[in-house]
């Protein structure tokens, strides 16, 4: 497994924002697969068919989501989960 430029910079725009941790955190979780601890490569990755269709429904094309769009994001479900409860 290979983390590009585009993921790197993902990680990196959030990790700048320790209010969002929890939120990122919560977001991989729910995209996480089941029993993801018990199939190579034992990460909570995201099937990268899912990832795909989401960038296609956001975008238009399978490009990569970029760290700006997923900030927003990230900020956009922290508000909602805070309107909610």
Known sequence: MQIDHVETEAI???LRRPSLWLEALSVA???APRR???RPPFLP???PELLAWRAATAYG???PIASDDLVAYLRWRKRQRRTRG
């Open 36 to 38: 993801w601890w018990s």
């Open 61 to 63: 094309s399978e490009r």
């Open 45 to 47: 990755l995201p099937d």
């Open 29 to 31: 979780r729910s995209l």
């Open 12 to 14: 990196w725009a959030v």
